[in-house]
């Protein structure tokens, strides 16, 4: 069996033994979305770089000196925690909360191009996603949280349940329950949503 068809584990149990590609595997695995989170949370692409760096680093210690993980077969959740607390440990050094802004390079709704779209429609768009992005911010935390995860970072509802230690049924839940506020505040605020 190749490695990269390997199970987060044992990747993990090959990385203490000392194969130090089974860490480079499990990195390219999960980069991408753990990139996502941090940036979601921090809107920032220099400080996202250092807490996903300084995050592995700790991956390393940790799993180095032998500590591993308490919930086996969880290794994205673990380093996704891992992430958080350093995002949290940032903001509080530098005694602010992180500001979740779009930039001319991400938009949580701007994913999809459509090269035909001319000026008109394109600052329609830029509105309508000015106006989702504080409605998104005006959700209750939980349902803030999976929204941002599973779009931001494209995490699937499994591994939001796991991150967030509830059930994938509450994760689906809260998901449910953003949308259907999303649709409530965009018809009584009369949002029109181009198609």
Do not use: C
Not at 28 to 57: A, L, M, N, P, W
Not at 77 to 106: C, G, H, Q, Y
Request: proline share 2%.
């Amino acid at each position: 069996m190749a490695k990269s068809q390997l199970s987060d584990a044992q990747l993990v149990d090959k990385y203490i033994a000392g194969d130090e590609n089974a860490l480079a595997i499990l990195i390219d695995r999960h980069q991408s979305k753990i990139y996502g989170y941090i940036y979601s949370k921090v809107s920032d692409r220099d400080v996202t770089e250092d807490i996903f760096q300084e995050t592995f680093f700790k991956v390393i210690h940790t799993l180095k000196l032998k500590k591993f993980y308490s919930e086996e077969g969880k290794f994205l959740s673990w380093v996704l925690r891992i992430a958080s607390n350093l995002i949290i440990d940032k903001f509080r050094n530098d005694k602010k909360m992180p500001l979740k802004r779009d930039t001319e390079e991400f938009s949580i709704f701007s994913n999809i191009k459509d090269t035909s779209l001319d000026i008109e429609k394109t600052l329609i768009k830029s509105q309508v996603d000015i106006d989702l992005k504080k409605i998104i911010e005006k959700l209750p935390h939980d349902q803030k949280d999976v929204i941002m995860m599973r779009y931001y970072s494209d995490m699937s509802f499994k591994e939001i349940a796991d991150f967030t230690g509830v059930s994938v049924n509450t994760t689906l839940g809260r998901m449910r329950y953003a949308i259907t506020n999303l649709r409530k505040v965009i018809e009584k605020n009369k949002i029109y949503l181009p198609s």
